[in-house]
């Protein structure tokens, strides 16, 4: 029999804790019972997302060169970024004025969820300005931000390092040979690792749908598929421009990411595909000096998804209440989540986080949260495959604009997918690219 491929297995994952949840529904022991399956899945991403990160970033910018030529890399980056992240929050808040997925909700018939638990973490962060975010890039002690998984400060870090090993030449040989097997030996601790990928879907979707139910989703079904439907439009429509403006078809990614889509949906996690991202983009023609450094920094700056639903929910909550918000104050509000919205990834639940600092800014009351806390797993889903995409994307973006991206070594990935190469043919055809890319990064030194 042919092997059921992973994608499959996490989404029969999905379907049975989905099934599992609503049948054990309103039952906190089967959520008990479930939870564990998902913790030690997701524990076990945590566990080598920052090792992967700080060895393939030291590699990459190794073989990058100088600081200069890094510099230039983050600035590109950080620009796209801003510029993308800008357009999320312009879409969302358009899909809002269109649709007006608050106006009419009966508040009486909605369930109102605790958020003790954000307005913590608020009180934390939100004495930290743009001047304190960057700041707080720079580790004051690299082994907290590790312990903390804090990944900007652990970035900076990888960077400096990675750049000092080039700096000294042949005496950095024997740090950059340990790297590479670090990164090596991790890449394959993740393919390990992704085997249980269905097992811990399974817990996670089960524990959401035991505990809230799907009914719970009616009230508010509006709000979902307006969440739904700007977000399709979003990808197909802005990030599928902007793929084609640079050459790409964002189906190809599609096609390419569909495992990682399909987990990240169902995890609701960034995190849980960061790995498989990077070594796929990497196939996929993007050097491992850009895909190292914009795909992790991403996840704290482009996070698409985040920043178009933010900006869906805040115009949902005051349509909610009946407070009519001016063309002004709507500018305001995207100014204020351009910045609020940055830096902060690494917070629990950051989309209700950079929500929270943000309404007050508007004249929208924060107590509306509690009452779309209850669904806000169902969008998390939906905006996490957005994040992930987008920040492929960046990916290539970046390495096309610096004229580096390896569209033979694209399509040979891409025809290896369709079946047109053997995995055999395409192992060995990389291989050969692997050492070529070897010596002109040691030429460049």
């Known amino acids: 029999m042919k092997r059921i491929s992973l994608a499959w297995q996490i989404f029969i994952g999905l379907l049975l804790g989905v099934i599992v949840g609503a049948v ?3 039952q906190e022991q089967a959520a008990n019972i479930l939870q564990p399956l998902g913790d030690i899945f997701l524990r076990l991403i945590k566990m080598i997302v920052i090792p992967i990160v700080i060895s393939s970033l030291i590699v990459g910018i190794a073989g990058a060169g100088n600081i200069k030529q890094v510099g230039k890399l983050g600035l590109k980056a950080l620009i796209y970024f801003e510029v993308v992240t800008t357009i999320a929050i312009v879409v969302g808040l358009l899909a809002a004025n269109i649709f007006h997925p608050g106006t009419g909700v009966d508040m009486s018939s909605l369930t109102k969820t605790s958020i003790s638990s954000y307005v913590e973490t608020t009180k934390e962060t939100s004495h930290s300005g743009v001047v304190s975010t960057i700041l ?56 390990l690792v ?24 009616i009230p508010l079904s509006k709000l979902v598929f307006t969440v739904y439907g700007t977000i399709i439009v979003f990808v197909i429509v802005v990030l599928g421009l902007i793929a084609k403006l ?55 700056f482009n996070l698409d998804g985040s920043t178009l639903y933010q900006s869906i929910a805040a115009l949902f909550i005051a349509q909610m209440y009946g407070i009519h918000l001016s063309i002004t104050a ?4 995207v ?4 910045v609020t919205s940055k830096g902060i990834a690494g ?70 997918i369709n079946g047109e190469l053997s995995p055999e043919h395409a192992q060995l055809l990389t291989e050969v690219n692997g050492e070529r890319t070897s010596k002109y990064a040691q030429q460049n030194r």
């Open 24 to 26: 054990f529904h309103g």
């Open 136 to 191: 707080n890039i720079v580790p004051t002690n690299l082994f907290a931000s590790l312990s903390e998984g804090d990944m900007l400060p652990i970035i900076f870090f990888s960077v400096i390092f990675g750049i000092g090993v080039a700096a000294i030449g042949e005496k950095g040989e024997p740090v950059l040979r340990f790297f590479q097997g670090v990164s090596e030996a991790m890449f394959y601790v993740t393919n």
């Open 194 to 217: 992704m085997k249980v990928a269905p097992i811990g879907v399974f817990g996670l979707i089960g524990v959401t749908v035991a505990k809230f139910g799907l009914i719970s989703l």
């Open 246 to 300: 640079f050459g790409i078809n964002i189906f190809n990614i599609f096609k390419i990411l569909k495992d990682e889509l399909i987990l990240a949906y169902s995890t609701a996690s960034s995190e849980a595909v960061l790995p498989k991202l990077m070594q796929k983009m990497e196939k996929f023609g993007c050097p491992k000096s850009i895909t190292s450094l914009v795909i992790p920094t991403g996840y704290s």
């Open 330 to 333: 709507q500018i305001s509000l």
């Open 335 to 338: 100014l204020v989540l351009m």
């Open 347 to 416: 917070v629990p639940g950051v989309s209700f986080v950079v929500l929270l600092a943000t309404l007050g800014s508007v004249g929208i009351p924060l107590e509306g949260l509690a009452f779309i806390a209850g669904i806000d797993r169902i969008l998390d889903m939906a905006r996490t495959v957005v994040n992930v995409i987008g920040n492929s994307l960046a990916s290539v973006v970046v390495s096309k604009w610096e004229g580096k991206y390896d569209k033979t070594k694209a399509d040979r990935y891409l025809a290896e």
